[in-house]
């Protein structure tokens, strides 16, 4: 059985930072590309960063670049995102995905706030 565990999130003020964690079991997780997504109220989920199996290549939605880094630890079956220099704009739910047997599976989403 696929899961994910989201831990993390929270309010925080501008300018501050954040460390999101995904923690997976029930599949491969080394094997699969991760990814991370948000959605804003009142707006579609959109992609913020992805990261190959082994690390070794990032991508990531120019809103973010330079301020988001996203890494994995495959010893521990966990994707990472480091938000830095956050704006009151990234305030959203943030959802781990990996796509694994044909279907995209979603961790249960993480609330970030960003607030003065």
């Known amino acids: 059985q696929v899961q994910f565990v989201e831990s993390g999130g929270g309010l925080v003020q501008p300018g501050g930072s954040l460390r999101l964690s995904c923690a997976a079991s029930?599949?491969?997780?080394?094997?699969?590309?991760m990814s991370w997504y948000r959605q804003a109220p009142g707006k579609e989920r959109e992609l913020v960063a992805t990261?190959?199996?082994?690390?070794?290549?990032?991508d990531y939605a120019d809103s973010v670049k330079g301020r988001f880094t996203i890494s994995r630890d495959n010893a521990r079956n966990t994707v990472y995102l480091q938000m830095n220099r956050l704006k009151s704009e990234d305030t959203a739910v943030y959802y781990c995905?990996?796509?694994?047997?044909?279907?995209?599976?979603w961790g249960q989403g993480t609330q970030v706030t960003v607030s003065s």
């Open positions: 995905k990996a796509r694994i047997y044909g279907g995209n599976y």
């Open positions: 029930g599949f491969s997780f080394s094997t699969r590309t």
């Open positions: 990261i190959s199996s082994t690390g070794g290549s990032t």
